[in-house]
């Protein structure tokens, strides 16, 4: 998963590295392992830990028809983490080097439908 999205996170970009370790990147479920989700590349999608957690409490999910990010109205949020996190609302998600990688909407509707916090940020 994480060479699909070229190490880094999907949503911000972030690719530290120490060494030849990534740090702070994760691959991320869209559907969970353990709500039956498979355990293949167009389930998953390439995170930093910060976006990785919030992504699987429902903070914001992808939109399947053109992989924007949708942040949810249920956010509190203080002035800087408005600016950080709210830049990337409606913004398209880094895509995968293959689109075989891309996520799948089956599984993208599934984390809409039973992790997001809905209603979604206009």
Known sequence: ?????????????????????????????????????????????????????????????????????????NLQLGDATRSNLLSYHGAGIIRPQSTVYAPQKTYLDWHAKEVFKAPGRD
Not at 2 to 16: I, N, Q, S, T, W
Not at 23 to 28: F, K, Q, S, T, W
């Open 1 to 73: 998963m994480l060479r699909a999205y070229e190490y880094r996170c999907c949503v911000c970009g972030f690719d530290l590295r120490i060494g030849n370790i990534s740090a702070g990147l994760e691959a991320a479920h869209i559907q969970w392992f353990t709500a039956d989700g498979p355990d293949v590349e167009s389930n998953g999608m390439a995170m930093c830990s910060l976006h990785h957690k919030i992504f699987d409490l429902g903070a914001f999910t992808v939109e399947p028809a053109n992989l924007s990010i949708v942040f949810s109205q």
